[in-house]
């Protein structure tokens, strides 16, 4: 956490210096931790610092004890978001050495977008953050914000020009399947796997007419002039048996569109079909460009699209569940902004608490090696909380 302090200590205070009673770095501290432990609105986070101020202390000056709920509000509104930013690739970069770029050849980063739904208020468009998660290591590596979901395309090629993706596969859903985007990736050393849709309706119809015209084909030999591949993984969990069959074809030269692509080598088919417990069965099929090609391409291919949904299950639905995102009213767009990626920061921290020392502080060891008990324990025990706080340094 040491290193963390001194990495947030460089945001540059826009205050008066005359009529600072509260050092900026006191105030950003306090707020990640808070919302680690459960705290959603700035009356929360004023009242878990005045009930932790002993072991913040530790860690933090406090010269005048500990801000009011007005002040954190006010003065996490004035932080310019692109330097708080800033800090976190640098924490992530520093302190999180598993997911030093240099060192993570072959990870999988899925790019999303997700609207803060509480931030929003009549005649006020809620704030839509694009980020990009790391896949292996579990966290985002990065966020911009976005007036609107709309302008996902224009943001992506932003976010991707401070991200090093060199030995990546970077994925991302039907909006950013674009020229300009798939160029990005593949000057930064990246390959990508982009869901084609109905928004690019020329390449999805020939994707699709080239899958039709391959499942007419019984001879394996005829498969084989295509560079045709495929592999089937079938999981049984959760009241549901599924089965997803992915497919590549790399022999591409016919289709017009294709070559729009820079860097494109293949399209891909992803069949899911999934049987419930009461018998019914519910089946679709995704249609995908991609630079992956050769030597355990369906492989990659089938680990990309798989490990995308991370970012959903793993950080949106997090943010939401856990964190209480759509359900805070932070309207100023500056703050709410910084409060997610406050959310983000408090996410990376507890999921690298090892397992061993969640479970000294559990009853129960099983039930509390999640990320909802972690955080349910850090607001329990001031004890826990620095372990989370240690586990980031």
């Not at 996902?152 to 300009?180: K, R, Y």
């Not at 990376?348 to 009853?363: C, F, M, N, Q």
Request: aromatic share 8%; proline share 2%.
């Amino acid at each position: 956490m040491r290193k963390a302090i001194i990495i947030f200590d460089r945001l540059q205070d826009m205050r008066q210096e005359k009529k600072v009673m509260h050092k900026l770095l006191d105030i950003v501290i306090i707020t990640i931790i808070a919302v680690m432990c459960g705290c959603t609105d700035w009356e929360e986070v004023s009242t878990f610092g005045r009930a932790r101020a002993e072991i913040l202390r530790k860690y933090i000056e406090l010269r005048n004890g500990i801000p009011s709920h007005d002040t954190f509000r006010r003065v996490m509104g004035m932080i310019k978001a692109e330097a708080l930013e800033e800090c976190y690739q640098q924490w992530v970069n520093e302190i999180l050495g598993s997911v030093r770029f240099e060192e993570k050849k072959g990870d999988n980063v899925g790019i999303d977008g997700k609207t803060v739904r509480g931030s929003g208020k009549p005649g006020l468009k809620p704030i839509h953050m694009i980020s990009a998660w790391s896949s292996r290591a579990g966290l985002t590596l990065a966020q911009l914000r976005t007036s609107e979901k709309s302008n996902e395309i224009t943001t992506i090629p932003d976010l991707l020009e401070v991200l090093d993706i060199a030995g990546s596969i970077v994925t991302i859903d039907a909006m950013g399947c674009q020229t300009n985007i798939a160029k990005a990736i593949i000057a930064g050393k990246g390959e990508y796997v982009l869901a084609c849709k109905g928004n690019q309706e020329g390449l999805h119809e020939e994707i699709k007419e080239y899958f039709d015209y391959a499942d007419t084909l019984t001879k394996e030999e005829d498969k084989e002039e295509i560079l045709y591949s495929k592999k089937v993984v079938r999981e049984k969990g959760h009241g549901r048996i599924e089965k997803r069959t992915y497919e590549l074809i790399e022999d591409c030269e016919l289709l017009s569109r294709f070559h729009d692509f820079e860097g494109a080598k293949s399209i891909g088919r992803v069949s899911s079909q999934v049987t419930l417990r009461d018998g019914s069965v519910r089946s679709d099929q995704r249609y995908f460009i991609t630079s992956l090609a050769k030597e355990q391409a369906i492989d990659k291919f089938a680990q990309a699209v798989r490990s995308h949904w991370g970012i959903e299950n793993s950080c949106h639905w997090v943010l939401d569940v856990t964190f209480g995102e759509d359900a805070c009213r932070t309207r100023d767009e500056i703050a709410a902004q910084n409060l997610s990626l406050a959310r983000k920061i408090a996410l990376a921290l507890a999921k690298r608490v090892p397992d061993e020392i969640v479970e000294g502080y559990s009853h129960n060891k099983a039930k509390y090696t999640s990320l909802k008990k972690r955080l349910f324990l850090a607001g329990l025990y001031p004890d826990f909380m620095v372990e989370i706080l240690l586990a980031g340094a």
